[in-house]
Every structure is written in C-alpha cells, then in structure tokens.
C-alpha cells in the first residue's frame, strides 16, 4: 500500500491540477454548500420526531417519506435538467425544497395531523435538487482529459465523506445546543445559498441537450428503453437496497442508543465517525489497484461490512458504539465504490445516468426502508435487535451479488465506457459517489486509450 511522502505529493499534485481547471473550484465550493443538507436532512428529521413524540416508528416514516420521495424526484429531475440547463432549474428547485423544509417545520411545531407532516415532508423531499449529480455534470463539461475528470470525481468523492463527517454533528449541536428544528432550518438557508451560487456560474454549465438529443441517445443505446433492463441491472439495485437498508437502520438505531445512554446529543459524532471511517477506507482502498474482478468486490465488500456490524447489537456503551461504528464505517466506502463501479461496467455511455440513477434510487429506498423498519422495532423491542438489521441487511446484498455472480460478469466482461459526459446522481446517501475514487483498472486503461 502506497504511503511514501512521493506518493503523497503525486495524489495532492492530482487534485490541486483538478482545481485549477478554470471555475473548478468556485463551482466545487459551491456544491459542497449546497449539497451539506443532504448529510443533515434524514437525521435532523429523525431527532425532531423522536423528541417530540418519543415514538422512533414516526421518525422513521417521516424521514422515509423524505427519502422515497427525493428517489423518485432524482429520477425526473435528472433529466429535466439534462434537457433545460443547470442554471434554469436549479434555483426552482432550491427554492421549492427550502419552502417544503420550512412547511414540514410549521406541521410539527404546530401539531398538525401526520398526514400533513408526511405530505410536506414527501414535498421537500421530491424538490430536493440533485447538486452531487450537476457538479460532476460541470467536472465532466470542464476537464480536458479522463485522467483529470477520473481525479476530479475523486475530490468530489472525498469531499461527500467530508459532508457526511460534518452533517450529523452540525445536526446534533444546532438541535441539543440550541433549537431542535433549526438543523432543519440552515439546511433550508444552505441549500438555497449553494444552488444560487452554482446556479449564477455560468461558464462552467453544461449545454442543456434538448429533448431530441437525449431521445437519439437512448434509441441508440443497444435497442433498451431502460438501463434496468440491462443484463446485471436489477442485481445491482437490489444489492443496492440492501447497502441503502444498513444506513437507515443504523442511523435510527444509533440515535436511539444514544438516547437511552442519556447522551442524545453524541448520535451525531458516532455517525461522523461513521463517515470518517467510510472517508479513510475510502482513501486507502482508492490508492491501491485491485485483480480481483469487480463482480468478486461487491461480494467481498459487502460481506465485510456485514461481518463488521455484526458486533453493534452487542455493545453497551457509547464509546464501545463509537469505535465499532468508526472501524465498521471502513468497510463502507470500498463497498459502495465497488457497485458503482459495476454499474458503470454495466451500462452503455448513453444510458449511464440513467443506471447509475437507478442504483442511487435503490441506495435510497433502501435508507427509507432501513428508517421505518429500525423505528418499529425500536419501539417495540429495544435497540438490540433494530442493530441486527444492519448487518441482515448487507448480507442480504452479499447474498443477491454472490448468487448473480454469473450473469454479473457475462454482462460486464468486457465493456468498456467512455468517462461519462452527464450527471451522476450522488444523492442522498453517504459513501462515494459514481465513477469516484477507485475504478476496475482494465475500465480506466481502455478509457484512456479510446479519447
């Protein structure tokens, strides 16, 4: 594993070459301002809820609401975006999504019925802008190269760990210290800040490509209407509902915890330690390249990460949570790295983010799965047993990736894609991104090769 202060210098070298694309780092600060609500959103829902009812099975709905309807949001949005420009519809979005915040907020703070609360709550969620998915559109329009564009997702990559690092505590301070529904509040303010930002840059914007483009691209993609047609595709969703399952279930599980150790307000280091540790393995898992086929990595990787949620229901103590979720947090980042990555292998380039679409929305639906199951097993008997919901949960993937195993690798051998040149929908869960810091070396070699 590559350590030496050369190394150091090479990957630091990498990304500062990146940033300095003309407007690159503008509209990747930008982002990263715009985007931080994404890390906050789920959990400030969360502890809004469980505070104010007691009830984890109503958080957990709630947030599900949230969730699912950011999923299929994402799905339509993408492609409104792909046809209208960034610059057209991203304030729209920004605005609409703060004021479904805001409305959500008035719903609980003045007791008003669940339904509405779920109805706003499903509002913020379907507007919610997809900004993970127009700034790698931006690094993709920029970059001169696929060695630059390949490094310019990594950063984005690193800094989607560093959102989640810092989400969950900005969370637990603003609501324990101060007001319990602000985090939700400053995410409204946040995402408008950051939208409007990106928004007003318009050198760096992506030419909108019009209805009859995309139309021309997909009837050329290999005969599909679908990217979940695809040989391998439904796996990968399913594989993918199950990762999404962990960190819902885990999330509630872990805020709960807290709350009955008397410290609600360390929910929000141990999941930034969560993202810490994704961030670190990660890191280490990018700096290396792998043999092992990319069918074997998802089976691998995902069965690691049940194997290291397995300890969680035995803990009792908050420390003790904090180190198992940190070292199990490791074991994220790779994994997710390697689906994305298997997705890509997957699908022709003028579907890619159409698949990779799809694969974020299994993530999601996973996550707001994860968040209602975990709350009603929470109320109904404890902690314990909502903590062996995670590790059920990744082994379900390691199961569906194991038993696919096949028709995994007839469908990937030997494709190979240009980098992609549209969005590649980042949101709402933690982990790396599509086409982030590690890729199947055979993929970026015959990239390279074929520019």
Same mark, same amino acid.
């Not at 931080?36 to 969360?46: D, F, H, R, S, T």
């Not at 993202?275 to 998802?298: E, I, K, N, T």
């Not at 109904?380 to 379900?396: N, Q, R, W």
């Given at each position: 594993?590559?350590?030496?202060?050369?190394?150091?210098?090479?990957?630091?070298?990498?990304?500062?070459?990146?940033?300095?694309?003309?407007?690159?780092?503008?509209?990747?600060?930008?982002?990263?301002?715009?985007?931080? &609500?994404?890390?906050?959103?789920?959990?400030?829902?969360?502890?809004?809820?469980?505070?104010?009812?007691?009830?984890?099975?109503?958080?957990?709905?709630?947030?599900?609401?949230?969730?699912?309807?950011?999923?299929?949001?994402?799905?339509?949005?993408?492609?409104?975006?792909?046809?209208?420009?960034?610059?057209?519809?991203?304030?729209?979005?920004?605005?609409?999504?703060?004021?479904?915040?805001?409305?959500?907020?008035?719903?609980?703070?003045?007791?008003?019925?669940?339904?509405?609360?779920?109805?706003?709550?499903?509002?913020?969620?379907?507007?919610?802008?997809?900004?993970?998915?127009?700034?790698?559109?931006?690094?993709?329009?920029?970059?001169?190269?696929?060695?630059?564009?390949?490094?310019?997702?990594?950063?984005?990559?690193?800094?989607?760990?560093?959102?989640?690092?810092?989400?969950?505590?900005?969370?637990?301070?603003?609501?324990?210290?101060?007001?319990?529904?602000?985090?939700?509040?400053?995410?409204?303010?946040?995402?408008?800040?950051?939208?409007?930002?990106?928004?007003?840059?318009?050198?760096?914007?992506?030419?909108?490509?019009?209805?009859?483009?995309?139309?021309?691209?997909?009837?050329?993609?290999?005969?599909?209407?679908?990217?979940?047609?695809?040989?391998?595709?439904?796996?990968?969703? !399913?594989?993918?509902?199950?990762?999404?399952?962990?960190?819902?279930?885990?999330?509630?599980?872990?805020?709960?915890?807290?709350?009955?150790?008397?410290?609600?307000?360390?929910?929000?280091?141990?999941?930034?330690?969560?993202?810490?540790?994704?961030?670190?393995?990660? !890191?280490?898992?990018?700096?290396?390249?792998?043999?092992?086929?990319?069918?074997?990595?998802?089976?691998?990787?995902?069965?690691?990460?049940?194997?290291?949620?397995?300890?969680?229901?035995?803990?009792?103590?908050?420390?003790?949570?904090?180190?198992?979720?940190?070292?199990?947090?490791?074991?994220?980042?790779?994994?997710?790295?390697?689906?994305?990555?298997?997705?890509?292998?997957?699908? &022709?380039?003028?579907?890619?983010?159409?698949?990779?679409?799809?694969?974020?929305?299994?993530?999601?639906?996973?996550?707001?799965?994860?968040?209602?199951?975990?709350?009603? !097993?929470?109320?109904?008997?404890?902690?314990?047993?909502?903590?062996?919901?995670?590790?059920?949960?990744?082994?379900?993937?390691?199961?569906?990736?194991?038993?696919?195993?096949?028709?995994?690798?007839?469908?990937?051998?030997?494709?190979?894609?240009?980098? &992609?040149?549209?969005?590649?929908?980042?949101?709402?869960?933690?982990?790396?991104?599509?086409?982030? !810091?590690?890729?199947?070396?055979?993929?970026?070699?015959?990239?390279?090769?074929?520019?």
């Amino acid at each position: 594993m590559p350590t030496s202060p050369d190394t150091v210098d090479h990957v630091l070298t990498t990304y500062r070459r990146a940033l300095e694309l003309p407007g690159a780092w503008q509209f990747s600060a930008s982002a990263l301002v715009g985007r931080l &609500p994404m890390a906050m959103v789920g959990l400030a829902i969360v502890l809004l809820i469980s505070e104010r009812t007691g009830s984890y099975a109503l958080a957990g709905i709630l947030s599900a609401a949230f969730q699912v309807a950011a999923a299929g949001g994402g799905l339509v949005s993408s492609r409104w975006v792909d046809q209208l420009g960034q610059g057209r519809l991203l304030p729209w979005f920004a605005l609409a999504h703060a004021a479904g915040l805001l409305a959500f907020v008035a719903a609980v703070e003045t007791d008003q019925s669940v339904a509405v609360q779920i109805v706003t709550a499903a509002i913020a969620g379907l507007t919610q802008p997809a900004i993970g998915s127009m700034v790698r559109a931006r690094w993709a329009f920029v970059a001169p190269d696929p060695v630059r564009l390949r490094s310019a997702f990594a950063l984005e990559s690193i800094v989607d760990e560093l959102i989640f690092t810092i989400g969950p505590l900005l969370v637990a301070f603003l609501a324990f210290r101060v007001a319990l529904p602000l985090p939700l509040i400053v995410a409204a303010v946040l995402t408008v800040a950051g939208s409007l930002a990106l928004a007003a840059q318009k050198s760096t914007q992506p030419p909108p490509s019009g209805r009859a483009d995309r139309g021309q691209a997909q009837e050329g993609a290999e005969g599909h209407r679908s990217a979940l047609t695809l040989a391998g595709m439904p796996l990968m969703v !399913v594989a993918s509902l199950g990762i999404g399952a962990v960190f819902g279930s885990y999330e509630v599980s872990v805020v709960a915890f807290a709350e009955e150790a008397g410290q609600s307000g360390a929910s929000g280091l141990i999941l930034g330690l969560w993202a810490a540790g994704s961030l670190l393995g990660g !890191v280490v898992f990018g700096a290396r390249q792998w043999s092992m086929d990319l069918p074997r990595q998802v089976v691998s990787l995902t069965g690691i990460l049940a194997l290291a949620l397995l300890v969680s229901p035995l803990v009792g103590t908050i420390p003790l949570l904090a180190l198992v979720t940190f070292v199990a947090g490791i074991a994220v980042a790779p994994a997710l790295i390697a689906v994305f990555s298997l997705t890509e292998r997957l699908v &022709p380039a003028p579907l890619l983010t159409e698949g990779l679409t799809w694969t974020n929305s299994g993530l999601a639906l996973g996550f707001s799965l994860g968040t209602s199951i975990a709350g009603i !097993v929470i109320d109904v008997a404890g902690t314990t047993p909502a903590f062996l919901l995670a590790p059920l949960c990744a082994g379900a993937a390691c199961l569906t990736a194991a038993l696919g195993q096949g028709q995994l690798r007839r469908a990937s051998a030997g494709r190979a894609q240009p980098l &992609p040149g549209r969005p590649l929908n980042s949101d709402p869960v933690p982990g790396p991104s599509p086409g982030g !810091v590690m890729d199947d070396p055979d993929v970026v070699r015959d990239r390279g090769e074929g520019q």
